[in-house]
């Protein structure tokens, strides 16, 4: 069982690998049965010999186009790749006749007989029609096993998501109650305090309402972390510097509530937090296309180890990591910069959010791209 699944190439496995060469085995077996009984043969060894160089001639052939048409060309239409077997398909047979014949013929194994040439040719194209057959078929059947998987975990993680909505809305009027009442006692004297209070109910209030929300327009996002980060910013004073570069055109696009929360929480107390001096955290959401890059990044102390490693030591940035990529089929890719470290990832645009997109971007036609930078000191 485990060496079944050991993967040879990519995502091939040595199973699957050995299922391919059983294929063509069964085609060279096959040939050489109909040969017998056909052609009844003097010399079956060599026969034997000639099938094994069709065999692998065809191996050989084959790879170069199941990298092509399965691995390259994965994302492509079916409809497509079937048009582009049918070239394929001619070339295969044509250089596959010419490379055969000479082979044996050179080999002295036998003389290639060019009038039976397109007997050679029908068998070709029918192996070759055959083992595109099982490949496209098979991989079809591993991406809808790929697909049921990822909605089961879709299924799992939402389950998981409403038992926490269950637990965050337990008495959650107390909570807002007692934040009132704290806003209220403090004198007039202490009015920042006041507004911290009420900025503290505001990130409260946005975390209980989008719980119950799959997704949030990328404006009501942006809100809530500038009203959480301008808490952090007190905190921090003048160590803490925040960039938004945000693009107007992507303020409607629809997002998962909380996903920027963990990647700028990481940034502050990971990448801020230690230096002496503190640093930059830039916020930058950019129209890509057909999606829109939002990248999270800190002039931080960076982190010397292996990136990848990142994921496993938090339950933040692996969460976040595994919604894109069960959401979005999305990355989440972490890069360094001259200092710290960037965080960015990609949102589709769909047909509404584009839409909807011209009511923001109307007034703001003849915008510059400065006009969306805005910093905060």
Known sequence: MICSNRKIYR???????????LYVLFWSVFFYLVLDMSYHPKNKLTYAYINLIDSAIKIIFTIPLWWLFIVKLANVPLRIKLLLHIPALAVFCYVWVHVYGYTITKLCLTVFDVTTSMWDVYITALFYCGEFAVFHGYNYWLRTKKQHIREQELMELSHRSEIRALKAQIEPHFLFNTLNSISASVPPSLEEARVLIAKLADTFRYALKVSERSAVPLEEEIGFVRTWL???KHRFGERLKLVYDIDPETLSTSV???????????????????????????????????????????????YDGLLTDLFHKGVGLSNTSK?????????????????????????PISQSDKEQAL??????????????????Q
């Open 323 to 347: 919604r894109l990529e069960l959401l979005f089929g999305e990355p989440l890719n972490i890069s360094r910069n001259t200092t710290g470290l960037r965080f960015t990832f990609r949102i």
């Open 11 to 21: 995502n091939v496995k040595a199973a699957e690998l050995t299922a391919w060469l």
């Open 359 to 376: 009511f923001y971007t109307m007034p703001k036609l003849s915008g510059t791209r400065s006009d969306r930078v805005s910093s905060e």
């Open 230 to 232: 301008s808490l952090e």
């Open 256 to 302: 998962p509530p909380m996903i920027l929360q963990p990647l700028l929480e990481n940034a502050l107390h990971h990448g801020i937090s230690p230096l002496v001096n503190g640093g930059t955290v830039t916020v930058s959401c950019q129209l890509e296309e057909d999606h829109v890059r939002i990248s999270i990044s800190d002039t931080g102390i960076g």
